[in-house]
């Protein structure tokens, strides 16, 4: 059978409209003409509330720098500057740092032997944090950390005896010396646990590397324990002396397994 010689007649290919036919009005370069049908942009630019202008840039720029200007010729005395970093004026100790005409004594002391970090962490911090914010940037500037009160505590110190977890914190991040000892050969573990401060200071103490001494393990193992210390802080020592324990077991498996 012979195959069929007719066949449908094709079909017309899809035909693209313009947008012209499509709406029927005419796109052109011509703002004139493009009037009738305007973009999106043009439609809703009207509702903008401050358009910004080359003028306004102008005048920001301008600002900008006679306030870096300002802040490069500001100039404080020492006893200006204690004033300023007791009152916890950040913005104002920032530009006396930023004028390297300002020579700050940063190793100064009160009568009770208080350096400037000391005075800053026994502040009453605020909602804003202003004394974390000093202990950076006094410590930046080169505050010594290690500096010690008549007391003989160190800033860090200080503040574990204060109850105060975020300028621990700060101070620890800043490289504050751990396991540095007060008068009465405490580290700054033991004056946490003598105290009764937060649990969130003994941990942070714990991580950044503080030894468990042995008078923090008599007063551990002391029948009196629970009376004198919080159980969380007994539970948080204990786990983790375990967890030392086991690295240490560990330590030694690998170590004899590559020996012998």
């Given at each position: 059978?012979?195959?069929?010689?007719?066949s449908a007649p094709p079909s017309e290919p899809?035909?693209?409209?313009?947008?012209?036919?499509?709406?029927?009005?005419?796109?052109?370069?011509?703002?004139?003409?493009?009037?009738?049908?305007?973009?999106?942009?043009?439609r809703l630019q009207h509702q903008v509330p401050?358009?910004?202008?080359?003028?306004?840039?102008?005048?920001?720029?301008?600002?900008?720098?006679?306030?870096?200007?300002?802040?490069?010729?500001?100039?404080?005395?020492?006893?200006?500057?204690?004033?300023?970093?007791?009152?916890?004026?950040?913005?104002?100790?920032?530009?006396?740092?930023?004028?390297?005409?300002?020579?700050?004594?940063?190793?100064?002391?009160?009568?009770?032997?208080?350096?400037?970090?000391?005075?800053?962490?026994?502040?009453?911090?605020?909602?804003?944090?202003?004394?974390?914010?000093?202990?950076?940037?006094?410590?930046?500037?080169?505050?010594?950390?290690?500096?010690?009160?008549?007391?003989?505590?160190?800033?860090?110190?200080?503040?574990?005896?204060?109850?105060?977890?975020?300028?621990?914190?700060?101070?620890?991040?800043?490289?504050?010396?751990?396991?540095?000892?007060?008068?009465?050969?405490?580290?700054?573990?033991?004056?946490?646990?003598?105290?009764?401060?937060?649990?969130?200071?003994?941990?942070?103490?714990?991580?950044?590397?503080?030894?468990?001494?042995?008078?923090?393990?008599?007063?551990?193992?002391?029948?009196?324990?629970?009376?004198?210390?919080?159980?969380?802080?007994?539970?948080?020592?204990?786990?983790?002396?375990?967890?030392?324990?086991?690295?240490?077991?560990?330590?030694?498996?690998?170590?004899?397994?590559?020996?012998?």
């Amino acid at each position: 059978m012979k195959p069929s010689t007719s066949s449908a007649p094709p079909s017309e290919p899809l035909r693209i409209t313009s947008i012209r036919e499509r709406t029927g009005k005419r796109i052109s370069h011509d703002q004139r003409i493009q009037e009738d049908a305007p973009t999106g942009r043009r439609r809703l630019q009207h509702q903008v509330p401050n358009r910004v202008t080359t003028t306004d840039i102008n005048t920001t720029f301008k600002n900008m720098e006679e306030a870096i200007s300002k802040s490069e010729n500001f100039v404080l005395t020492q006893e200006q500057f204690i004033r300023e970093v007791l009152a916890l004026n950040m913005d104002n100790v920032v530009k006396g740092f930023r004028n390297t005409a300002n020579k700050f004594d940063l190793d100064y002391r009160d009568e009770k032997g208080n350096s400037l970090l000391h005075l800053v962490v026994a502040k009453t911090c605020t909602p804003a944090h202003a004394t974390d914010d000093l202990i950076r940037v006094l410590a930046d500037n080169g505050a010594n950390l290690l500096s010690k009160n008549n007391r003989g505590f160190t800033p860090l110190q200080l503040a574990v005896k204060l109850n105060k977890v975020c300028n621990v914190r700060r101070l620890i991040g800043a490289g504050s010396p751990i396991n540095v000892m007060d008068q009465m050969h405490r580290n700054a573990l033991d004056i946490a646990i003598e105290h009764k401060v937060e649990l969130e200071i003994v941990q942070e103490l714990l991580y950044a590397g503080a030894n468990v001494s042995q008078r923090c393990l008599a007063k551990l193992n002391s029948p009196e324990v629970e009376k004198e210390v919080k159980r969380s802080v007994i539970a948080e020592i204990k786990g983790h002396l375990a967890m030392l324990k086991k690295l240490s077991e560990k330590r030694q498996d690998v170590i004899r397994f590559v020996l012998f």
